[in-house]
């Protein structure tokens, strides 16, 4: 049920997690933002991706090897995982350097820690933060196959994100002007293309999209009140 503002009343028992899908600048962090309002708490798949890029840009070593430990299992996964963030920074040196956004070291760091590390290293860590919050969580950040194969497994609803080409190119160069179009062929752009979703969402215009999430969140609602 829903209260008066439309927000998730707090006595509905086992409300779905959600994971959100879709090509940069397809509205995926607004439509987050759109089920934090409702009573998600918004997590990320890239969150210790993003910190260790971070660490990496500004060279805090022991900062890094702090959250390689919290993310590894065991010392084998770390050692493999310190050797690829050592070689990746050295490689993405210039671009760390670089005072922008260093996104090509976050993909490929993203890509060769699943490669070298282990498949599922990044969906552990969120699930594992998922056990402390209360509610249900929604993600932003849905990327791999893996991993949304772990989260279907444990009982969340998949979303994706299609945007107009029209309207997707205006944003991405309001948004990233100097972007290399280039590196929106990755491999992390495009490994869901064809996954099948339990919804998927027309995200073009702000007013239609928050019409369609709320049909799922209401149908969602319903299937989940027995």
């Known amino acids: 049920m829903t209260g008066g503002d439309g927000a998730i009343s707090s006595t509905v028992p086992h409300y779905p997690s959600v994971g959100i899908s879709g090509w940069i600048c397809s509205g995926k ?6 089920f934090c309002a409702r009573g998600f708490t918004v ?11 971070e660490a990496a ?3 805090q070593w022991d900062y890094a090897e702090h959250w390689l430990r919290l993310l590894c299992s065991d010392e084998g996964d770390f050692s493999r995982a310190a050797r690829a963030y050592s070689r990746l920074a ?4 210039e671009e760390l350097a670089s005072g922008v956004k260093p996104r090509e070291f976050l993909q490929e760091l993203g890509g060769v820690f699943r490669e070298e ?3 599922e290293v990044w969906v552990d860590f969120l699930l594992s933060q998922v056990a402390a919050c209360e509610g249900p969580v929604v993600v932003d950040d849905l990327r791999c196959p893996t991993e949304a194969e772990r989260m279907r497994a444990a009982g969340w609803r998949l979303l994706r994100l299609q945007v107009g080409n029209v309207e997707w190119l205006r944003r991405i160069g309001h948004c990233y002007p100097n972007m290399d179009m280039k590196r929106l062929q990755h491999y992390s752009e495009h ?3 064809d996954w099948e979703f339990d919804c998927v969402v027309d995200s073009s215009e702000w ?3 928050a019409r369609q999430l709320q049909r799922f969140l209401a ?3 319903v299937s989940n009140q027995y």
């Not at 962090?29 to 759109?34: D, L, M």
Request: aromatic fraction near 6%.
């Open 29 to 34: 962090t607004t439509a987050a933002a759109w």
């Open 43 to 53: 997590l990320s798949l890239a969150a210790p991706i993003k910190v260790l890029g």
């Open 57 to 59: 840009r500004c060279q």
């Open 90 to 93: 050295g490689e993405y040196e």
């Open 117 to 119: 590390v282990h498949p």
């Open 191 to 193: 490994a869901l293309d």
């Open 207 to 209: 007013v239609g999209m």
């Open 219 to 221: 149908a969602d609602l």
